[in-house]
């Protein structure tokens, strides 16, 4: 039997450019959301602590790629995921930039950082790939990277959806007047000193937003070289479209002082997050490889998934209201009346998706849908009881920040599973079909 030989051609080392893009995404998320924890008020950490933790999450994030990119493709894969992080990256170091270099040597950490990247990058994951017992020598398909990309980049805006929920719960949602500028400065380019308080939470809100642009810009590059079928394809435009109209709106959200939008807003990132998570699913190998059962459930599974799916989507759209609209009852007590439909209509389609067939995927999610659901009411006692407790306050507890947000961010969730569900109902299952009665 013959050695497999290292990927050498043209057509082989533009397989590996997928495998880089999604290792640089990864890590430059990873990097992102290290940084903006670190730097949240009251920590206060020095540069060197942060700069440190983020490079530890760019480390931790290659290694993961390099164990699937193979001994002989780590190094390349690790150069280029380095590379596509380190320009990622720039849309936060630019903050840093910012700064004046005769105070902080701005200029000089940025390079510092850029370097750093490049080497961890390729050092760091074909150390990685060595030390692995059992590495693959070759790496996956690249096709196999679609999808991977397409659910980190999915966890790039349920970052975000945690920041725009502790902009609403923090009330900083104005705390930044203009937009596409900063206080008419360079929305890349205001100094890192200057982000205090509510100008932080919004400030670093855009500049993730701007980071989930340019990881679905590349989702849909990929999307469109590698996955199969016009459907997922065009899937992806519309993920294109959608986050560019996503971000107008966040923009017109506050030059127009438009409570309407950052109604529109908030429930329309959750409908993003649920688009790349099917992506994800109908780019991955079990799509490919299922072969649709026939049972007679099929049609009872849709109609649950459907249903709870569209009554979901309303609770949120209540929800959003009661967030941005503090002040009124109403609905609040919508919401609150209306969660107890919403659950059970979820229940009702997780638990049967968790019973019907052998089907491994359906069962997982059928169980998600009983296990987030519960987690969500608890959370939603919780974010209930903060209103009533500290509905008045000037300024929200950190807790309170805590409870509301993993509030909305468990219903995001929620969302996406419900609906990947649905999808997957079409996908792996049909009806069953009955001859028509014979005639007399």
């Known amino acids: 039997m013959n050695a497999p030989t290292p990927v050498s051609d043209l057509a082989g080392r533009a397989a590996l450019v997928p495998a880089a893009i999604t290792g640089g995404v990864g890590a430059a998320a990873a990097m992102l959301v ?11 950490l020095p540069g060197p602590v942060v700069g440190g933790a983020m490079l530890a999450a760019l480390a931790g994030a290659l290694a993961l790629v390099a164990r699937s990119a193979g001994r002989a493709s780590a190094v390349p894969v690790g150069f280029g995921a380095g590379i596509v992080a380190a320009l990622l990256s720039l849309i936060a170091l630019g903050a840093v930039l910012a700064e004046p270099i005769e105070e902080h040597g701005a200029l000089r950490g940025v390079l510092m950082f850029l370097v750093w990247t490049l080497l961890v ?23 196999d ?48 000193s200057q982000m205090t308080g509510g100008v932080y939470y919004e400030h670093a809100h855009r500049l993730m937003g ?7 810009i590349l989702l849909m590059v990929v999307t469109l070289w590698k996955a199969r079928g016009p459907v997922v394809k065009a899937l992806s435009v519309v993920a294109f479209i959608h986050v560019c109209i996503q971000g107008l709106m966040g923009g017109l959200r506050v030059t127009e002082l438009s409570t309407g939008l950052a109604i529109v807003h908030g429930v329309s990132a959750q409908l993003f997050l649920t688009l790349l998570l099917v992506i994800g699913l109908m780019t991955s190998r079990a799509w490919r490889a299922i072969h649709p059962a026939v049972m007679d459930a099929a049609g009872r599974q849709r109609a649950f998934s459907i249903a709870a799916l569209a009554i979901l989507f309303l609770q949120i759209a209540l929800g959003a209201i009661t967030r941005h609209l503090p002040g009124s009852n109403h609905p609040l007590f919508t919401h609150v009346g209306f969660s107890i439909i919403a ?38 006692v919780g974010a209930l009881a903060v209103v009533i407790l500290h509905g008045d306050a000037e300024q929200p507890t950190p807790v309170d920040l805590l409870v509301t947000t993993t509030h909305q961010v468990v219903g995001a969730i929620l969302l996406g599973v419900v609906a990947l569900t649905a999808v997957w109902s079409y996908r792996a299952i049909k009806p069953e079909t009955r001859p028509a009665p014979a005639l007399a």
Request: proline residues 8%.
């Open 343 to 380: 659950a059970a209509a979820i229940v009702l389609a997780g638990s049967h998706a968790a019973k019907i067939g052998r089907d491994p995927v359906m069962k997982k999610l059928g169980t998600a849908h009983l296990h987030a659901v519960g987690l969500q009411m608890v959370l939603g």
């Open 34 to 44: 290290v940084a903006y924890v670190l730097h949240l008020p009251g920590l206060a």
């Open 210 to 216: 701007a980071f989930v642009g340019l990881a679905t």
């Open 121 to 143: 990058g390729g050092v760091g994951a074909a150390a990685a790939a060595l030390v692995r017992p059992g590495a693959p020598a070759r790496p996956v398909a690249a096709a």
């Open 145 to 192: 990277w679609t999808p991977i990309l397409a659910f980190i980049t999915a966890g790039a805006p349920l970052a975000l959806i945690t920041m725009g929920g502790i902009v609403t719960a923090a009330e900083a949602g104005l705390a930044v007047p203009d937009w596409p500028a900063t206080f008419g400065a360079n929305m890349f380019l205001y100094p890192l």
